[in-house]
């Protein structure tokens, strides 16, 4: 791995750890063993890194997100694979914590790809409701349901929260599909 790319990582998994107040540019470093020089040399400064971090979160998100939307199937098991996807949900998801960081939210630079991500998965999500002639606000109570198990998780400090909520949401779809 490159030192960017080294630098990059350690930012991705510092902003989730820490946020952006407590990421600091000795930490990155320290973790991705790189010098200041080299930080320096590949980005501007903490907000450049973190904003390279972020958008390489929302790209590795959308493609998970590409493959199990797109692949072949009804559009509630299309939804269902995607609420269903292997996660790390004690640790939250990498693109809502980062939603909640105060910091990141007040710089536009930072905030938008976060955005840009939701808004990609809610276009998606209202594709497919639409291909199976549902409500399309439902794509905001899936993602609703989805950031909310994390949070619920994550405070329960077990994974039966979120699996509960995602499995009540499909069986919703289920039913308003049986109709």
Same mark, same amino acid.
Request: with cysteine; charged share 25%.
């Given at each position: 791995?490159?030192?960017?790319d080294?630098?990059?990582?350690s930012?991705? %998994?510092?902003l989730r750890?820490?946020g952006?107040?407590g990421?600091?540019?000795?930490? #990155?470093q320290?973790?991705?063993?790189?010098?200041?020089?080299s930080m320096?040399?590949?980005?501007?400064?903490k907000?450049d890194l973190?904003?390279?971090? #972020?958008?390489?979160n929302?790209? %590795?998100?959308?493609a998970?997100? %590409?493959?199990?939307?797109?692949s072949?199937?009804?559009?509630?098991e299309? #939804?269902a694979a995607?609420?269903?996807?292997?996660? %790390?949900?004690?640790?939250g998801?990498?693109m $809502?914590?980062?939603?909640?960081?105060?910091?990141?939210?007040?710089?536009d630079?930072?905030?938008?790809?976060?955005a840009?991500?939701?808004d990609?998965?809610?276009?998606?999500?209202?594709?497919i409701?639409?291909e $199976?002639?549902?409500d399309?606000?439902?794509?905001?109570?899936?993602?609703?349901?989805?950031?909310? $198990?994390?949070?619920?998780a994550?405070a329960?400090?077990?994974t039966?929260?979120?699996?509960d909520?995602?499995?009540g949401? #499909?069986?919703l779809l289920?039913?308003?599909?049986?109709?």
């Amino acid at each position: 791995m490159s030192t960017r790319d080294r630098l990059v990582e350690s930012t991705r %998994e510092l902003l989730r750890e820490r946020g952006y107040t407590g990421t600091s540019p000795k930490a #990155i470093q320290q973790r991705a063993d790189a010098g200041q020089g080299s930080m320096y040399h590949h980005f501007a400064g903490k907000q450049d890194l973190a904003l390279a971090a #972020i958008t390489r979160n929302a790209e %590795e998100l959308t493609a998970a997100a %590409e493959r199990e939307l797109s692949s072949p199937g009804s559009p509630t098991e299309r #939804i269902a694979a995607w609420l269903r996807r292997e996660r %790390e949900i004690l640790r939250g998801c990498p693109m $809502g914590v980062l939603a909640q960081d105060l910091e990141i939210i007040a710089s536009d630079a930072l905030r938008s790809p976060i955005a840009e991500h939701f808004d990609w998965i809610r276009g998606q999500l209202r594709e497919i409701l639409a291909e $199976g002639d549902l409500d399309a606000r439902l794509a905001d109570t899936f993602l609703a349901v989805l950031q909310g $198990g994390y949070v619920l998780a994550r405070a329960a400090g077990n994974t039966e929260p979120f699996t509960d909520a995602v499995e009540g949401a #499909i069986a919703l779809l289920e039913r308003a599909t049986a109709v």
